[in-house]
């Protein structure tokens, strides 16, 4: 998982190099960071929902 990062970096500092403004830069975080929120939202819903279902 480490290495898939490592390459991962290496597209968005290529991406931020061709970028047509500086607002692009942006828009890059947030579409590099989206999956990861997404997960960590779905984890934890799927935790407390189990945990719900757990205590009844």
């Excluded at 931020?16 to 607002?23: L, Q, R, T």
């Excluded at 942006?26 to 984890?43: D, E």
Aim: aromatic fraction near 12%.
């Amino acid at each position: 998982m480490l290495f898939l990062s490592l390459i991962q970096d290496i597209k968005i500092e290529d991406k931020i190099k061709s970028a047509p403004n500086s607002n692009y830069e942006i828009g890059v975080f947030i579409g590099s960071m989206l999956p990861f929120i997404l997960l960590v939202t779905a984890a934890y819903l799927i935790y407390r929902y189990n945990k719900k279902r757990q205590n009844r």
